[in-house]
């Protein structure tokens, strides 16, 4: 079974501009969640979506925007790009976004530098 | 408000020593769940375990073993006859069982474990 995937593994971007990062979670799983990690405020959970529907979402100011379609894929879409976000993001699938089965399994990450 | 700590930013043992990892988390649910993740320098976090904050008991899986203490809120992690490979950032959670929109999942900031030969 194939696990989560991130595209792209790492990404250049430099401030001001957007950029869209993909999730493709293990086939089955319904629920994907974004987590930001960097070395100052270390893991952070970013927005979780269930079914298409952003079920929670972390602190984060409106330039951090999320999807989900049909197929469970997401995306994740950054505007006007700071220095400060600069860091991994990770992805996580689970079969569910409640109850017993919340194993979450993460993706390899992208990592985004703004220049 | 909820928080996890981990006091521990590094630590570092020679192989084959135990070693324990301590989480201590504060929260005011009376239900949660509580995780351990490791993370090995690929980047990937690999799930532990996750415990119910009703089930109290001891776990322990080959050399790994967790000790949950509510009276303390403290859900630690021992590492026996450690190994190089066990070389890793390791990160506790607490996340409670609702899904209300408030409600999120938070980590430590992990403890770095080397493990030397």
């Known amino acids: 079974k194939a696990g989560v995937t991130q595209t792209p593994r790492y990404l250049i971007k430099t401030r001001g501009q957007q950029v869209t990062l993909s999730c493709s979670p293990i086939s089955g799983h319904r629920s994907v969640s974004w987590y930001q990690q960097t070395p100052g405020q270390g893991l952070q959970f970013l927005f979780e979506?269930?079914?298409?529907?952003?079920?929670n979402k972390g602190n984060f100011p409106g330039r951090f925007s999320g999807r989900q379609f049909s197929n469970s894929r997401s995306e994740m879409n950054v505007s006007t790009l700071e220095l400060g976000d600069s860091a991994l993001y990770l992805c996580?699938?689970?079969?569910?976004?409640?109850?017993?089965?919340?194993?979450?399994?993460f993706g390899p990450g992208t990592r985004l530098t703004v220049t | 408000a909820q928080k996890v700590t981990q006091a521990q930013t590094e630590i570092s043992v020679v192989e084959k020593e135990d070693v324990t990892l301590d989480c201590v988390y504060e929260?005011?649910?009376?239900?949660?769940?509580l995780f351990w993740y490791k993370q090995p320098p690929s980047g990937e976090l690999v799930f532990l375990i996750r415990r119910n904050s009703f089930d109290e008991q001891n776990e322990i899986s080959g050399r790994y073993s967790w000790n949950f203490q509510k009276s303390t809120s403290s859900f630690n992690f021992t590492i026996t006859a450690s190994q190089v490979v066990d070389s890793a950032v390791y990160f506790c959670?607490?996340?409670?069982?609702?899904?209300?929109?408030?409600?999120?999942?938070?980590f430590g900031k992990g403890t770095r474990l080397h493990i030397l030969p």
């Open positions: 959670a607490l996340r409670p069982p609702t899904m209300n929109r408030d409600d999120k999942i938070i």
């Open positions: 979506y269930f079914s298409e529907t952003q079920r």
């Open positions: 929260t005011r649910d009376t239900t949660y769940y």
């Open positions: 996580a699938s689970s079969l569910a976004a409640v109850g017993i089965s919340y194993e979450q399994y």
